[in-house]
């Protein structure tokens, strides 16, 4: 696939917090229309959405979903039953969530170390296709540190994924935002970008992103992890 061809027509995005809005004002900036979803009346975060991402269209989000060719997902991950489901029916859908235990408490249907967060939400969104991505760095790194590819020290994100298709996709979008893109494997890699793995939060090159990822087998999250699905055998 080359490089027009992997490019995103209509960005959605859905979740209108700090890190949705950060997303919308780079993908605007990069030249992407956008439609942006919030929890509520569209009309509540149209001034906002116009101040930070000029040009991004608020909407409801069964509409960002139906109209967008690929979406975004920056909701709190415990919100993501709320999701319209039929309106995402074979869209690449890029999960951007996290499971906050200290915000969202002790769940065992997100915080089971046997799976990931992105194949919970795979599991609810089963005709469409999800990719991990723009998870692991805070809504300032990605507002403060997005630069044009080929800038030395750029910083980079993570993507996990199934589809080779869709992966490239999002590398592009990645690339266009201003982060160079590495991909670290199928979705279940996914498990070495979420809050507790070493790579979680962080704002550094490929070259320093791709050595954390290195070490999560021998770190003490990817220890916890491998126990417990070594339980599961």
Known sequence: MDGDQAKIGVLGIIGAGRVGLVLA???RAAGYDVLIAGS?????????????????????????ARDADAVVLALPLPQHRTLPVEALRGKLVIDAMNYWWEV?????????????TSETVQAL?????????????????????????????????AIAGNDARDVARVTRL??????DPVVVGPLPAGIMLEPGAEAFGADVDAAELRAMLERFPTSQRGIMVARARAREV
């Open 25 to 27: 004002k780079l993908a």
């Open 40 to 64: 509520g009346d569209p009309a509540r975060i149209a001034g906002t959405v116009e101040a930070v991402a000029p040009g991004a269209v608020a909407g409801a989000a069964s509409v960002v």
């Open 104 to 116: 969202d408490g002790l769940r065992s249907d997100l915080g089971d170390l046997r799976t990931t």
């Open 125 to 157: 969104l089963t005709e469409s296709r999800v990719v991990k991505a723009f998870n692991h760095m805070g809504y300032r790194d990605l507002d403060e540190e997005a630069r044009p590819a080929g800038t030395p020290g750029r910083k980079a994100i």
């Open 174 to 179: 990645v690339d266009d935002l201003g982060f």
